[in-house]
C-alpha cells in the first residue's frame, strides 16, 4: 500500500498550484501523471532508482518530468516523502 507523508502532500500542492498560474491544463496532466506513476509503485515497489544522495536501497526515486518522486521502501507500505524538482538538493529540501 501507498501512504502520503505530508510534507509529500503539501509538494503535490505546491506544484499544481505553481503550474496552475500559467495553465490549468499542465498542472492538472502533471499531477494525474504523478498519480498514475505512484499507483503503480503497490505492484512494482522496486521501479524507481536508488536516491543517488543517499545510497540507501530502502530510498528510491521516480522522475517525471523534471520532478523526483523520493518514496521509502518500508516492511507494511511504500511512503511517498517528497516531490521535488530535480534541480532541488532532496536532503535539504524538508530540514525546516
Request: proline residues 5%; charged residues 30%.
Amino acid at each position: 500500500m501507498v501512504v502520503w507523508s505530508i510534507p509529500a502532500r503539501k509538494d503535490l500542492k505546491n506544484i499544481y498550484d505553481y503550474i496552475s498560474l500559467d495553465s490549468e491544463y499542465y498542472a492538472k496532466k502533471v499531477s494525474e501523471e504523478f498519480l498514475s506513476k505512484i499507483e503503480k509503485l503497490s505492484t512494482f515497489p522496486n521501479m524507481g532508482r536508488i536516491v543517488p544522495e543517499l545510497e540507501l536501497p530502502q530510498v528510491r526515486e521516480l522522475i517525471i518530468y523534471s520532478y523526483r518522486i523520493i518514496y521509502e521502501l518500508r516492511e507494511e507500505n511504500i511512503e511517498i516523502l517528497a516531490i521535488v524538482h530535480g534541480k532541488q538538493d532532496f536532503p535539504n529540501t524538508h530540514d525546516e
